[in-house]
């Protein structure tokens, strides 16, 4: 029986009163964004769409999806910060069909018509992508009129790649389903065309590289929809289609049948939860106190796992070396995890081995890795970097980046630098990374980027001779700190799709539990192929 971790947490305390206050305004401010992508294109697209007899597309993600069953949205808030509707015009996410674990993609009609500006196309290749690490099946849910023009520097090349991205997924045997609800114009015609399996829609769907007016102005042809590019035309004269939906709700429930079909198998030997997983010993609502507002304020990470592993049952892993950084051993959701997370500070030599040989275990075990960031970096300074500090970080690095078994992290806190590459950040690969809205990412902390701009600029002035502005330099500094910390906010790396959400920390243990089962559609291996380590 793993040892149960005590918690220490004081609730009572005025501290914890604060951190939870702080919190759950941080959950207010991402609610009210999340409610701009909810809401679509708004009330007058959206009646506009009804009144043609279309379904939203959540309400297509509703009824695809089996009755009751999960549905994890990623990436919800992209494009958040720029020009472009929060969402970017379409929803994705991982849902159960007929059984079976899906990513899906659905086009947002009530936006700009469902076509595709940058963010759009960030976020479908960030679905894909994980379609394809986790082997589950992709099915798009497609109304689109193609490319956002104005941007279309931005989005030839990223568009070109979803449509090989497309054709790789089928050639490494990820089935790719197209369910057309619309119209699926110039660009957006390669998805069903790229796909293994199309459903149409008859009298709905219209599917061409060009409509009627482009082909007029191009060869002087007058044409019709349906004849250039209609359901029943492509279901009986030009082969694209394989079935002929006569509603949308007909369409979805040929696409569960397709899903039911595909004999889709987990991988042999891949392991099932271990029976009815215990609960946490301390519930999930605490953790809403367990972040400080000030993040230089030390946090004691076994907190956090207390409330997210089965049980609470912690088998820690050298406890007493490397304290900056927790790992250990532990079930979730009934599936075996290995935890790494910071204690808030910087990850000293120690911290470093002990994290590379953790993770060779965890790999020598076929052990998924769990990674809980709150760290500002490796440490600096003429002790630290004499005594190797920088191959000691890079043996940790080494380790995260040959690792083969699923990483899955969750930014909790501080994950600045080199310390944000360590401990499998976004560059990483993760199979999943996810936020709490009290985490900041960025090259470094505010205040210790603009006092370091402030030295340089000092020591510019020295070598010149020139006497140097002390308020300027003030100035300069809050303005570089304002904006440092602005861009290092939840909202503004999940809207550039650098994380899959910003979560609620309640919901930690669910979302991860849903990651673990999603991981398992693939083989998880681990390796003992790692390269040199600067011992």
Request: glycine letters at 10%.
């Amino acid at each position: 029986m793993a040892p149960v971790i005590t918690s220490r947490l004081d609730t009572s305390a005025p501290a914890y009163a604060e951190a939870r206050e702080s919190m759950l305004a941080q959950l207010a401010e991402i609610d009210a964004e999340h409610a701009k992508a909810l809401a679509g294109g708004g009330e007058r697209y959206v009646e506009r769409h009804r009144a043609r007899g279309g379904l939203l597309a959540r309400e297509r993600i509703e009824l695809l999806l089996d009755p009751g069953s999960p549905f994890l949205e990623l990436s919800p808030l992209a494009a958040w910060g720029s020009d472009f509707h929060v969402g970017a015009s379409v929803v994705t996410g991982v849902g159960v069909v007929s059984g079976v674990e899906c990513v899906v993609v659905a086009n947002d009609p009530t936006v700009r018509g469902g076509s595709s500006n940058p963010w759009t196309l960030r976020k479908s290749a960030r679905a894909a992508e994980i379609a394809g690490a986790n082997r589950m099946p992709l099915i798009s849910l497609v109304e689109s009129g193609g490319a956002d023009l104005p941007t279309q520097k931005e989005i030839f090349v990223p568009g070109g790649r979803t449509f090989r991205d497309l054709t790789r997924l089928s050639a490494a045997g990820v089935p790719t389903i197209a369910l057309v609800f619309g119209n699926s114009t110039a660009g957006g015609a390669y998805i069903p065309g790229m796909s293994d399996h199309v459903v149409m829609v008859r009298d709905r769907s219209k599917v061409f590289l060009g409509g009627p007016p482009l082909v007029r102005a191009a060869t002087g042809e007058d044409s019709d929809d349906e004849s250039l590019g209609g359901a029943r035309m492509h279901a009986e004269v030009s082969g694209l289609a394989d079935h002929l939906a006569e509603d949308e709700r007909d369409a979805l429930r040929i696409g569960r049948r397709i899903v039911a079909r595909l004999n889709h198998r987990r991988p042999a030997g891949a392991p099932r939860p271990r029976g009815p997983a215990p609960e946490p010993l301390h519930p999930a609502e605490e953790l809403l106190g367990v972040m400080p507002p000030d993040l230089r304020v030390p946090v004691d990470p076994r907190e956090v796992i207390a409330r997210i592993v089965d049980g609470s049952a912690f088998d820690e892993f050298k406890p007493s070396y490397g304290r900056g950084l927790v790992t250990g051993w532990a079930d979730l959701h009934g599936y075996p995890v290995g935890v790494l997370a910071n204690d808030h500070g910087v990850l000293f030599s120690a911290e470093a081995h002990k994290a590379a040989q953790f993770i060779q275990l965890a790999n020598r075990a076929d052990t998924p890795l769990v990674f809980l960031h709150n760290t500002t970096g490796y440490m600096v300074g003429r002790e630290y970097e004499q005594g190797g500090i920088i191959k000691h970080g890079a043996m940790m690095i080494n380790a995260v980046s040959n690792s083969t078994v699923p990483h899955f992290s969750v930014l909790i806190g501080a994950s600045y630098g080199a310390g944000h590459y360590g401990m499998c950040g976004r560059a990483y690969d993760p199979r999943f990374l996810f936020a709490w809205p009290s985490a900041r990412s960025a090259v470094m902390g505010p205040r210790q980027l603009a006092e370091v701009l402030s030295i340089v600029a000092r020591q510019s002035a020295a070598r010149r001779g020139e006497p140097f502005d002390e308020d300027q330099d003030a100035a300069l500094r809050e303005m570089v700190e304002r904006q440092i910390e602005a861009e290092s906010l939840p909202l503004f790396l999940s809207g550039r799709v650098y994380d899959d959400g910003v979560i609620d920390p309640r919901d930690t243990r669910t979302v991860l539990g849903l990651c673990l089962s999603f991981a398992h559609n693939a083989p998880v291996t681990g390796t003992d192929r790692f390269g040199v380590f600067r011992m």
